[in-house]
C-alpha cells in the first residue's frame, strides 16, 4: 500500500518526508514529557462529560 496516492506520479519525489521542522539526526521537537502534556490537554477536552441529553 502506497502512503501517497492522491498525488500525480511525478510530483511524489518532491514530497518530504521526514520529521517537521528539524533536520535528520536532531532531536525530536517534542520531549516524551511534552507529548503526555499534549495528550492530556486533548483528553481534557473531550465531550465524555456531557450527558446524552446535551444538557449540563
Known sequence: MRRINDLPAACRANLEQGAPLRRA?????????????IVAVLNMLTDSSVPATGEL
Open 25 to 37: 539526526g536532531e532531536q525530536p521537537a517534542l520531549t516524551p514529557q511534552d507529548a503526555a502534556d
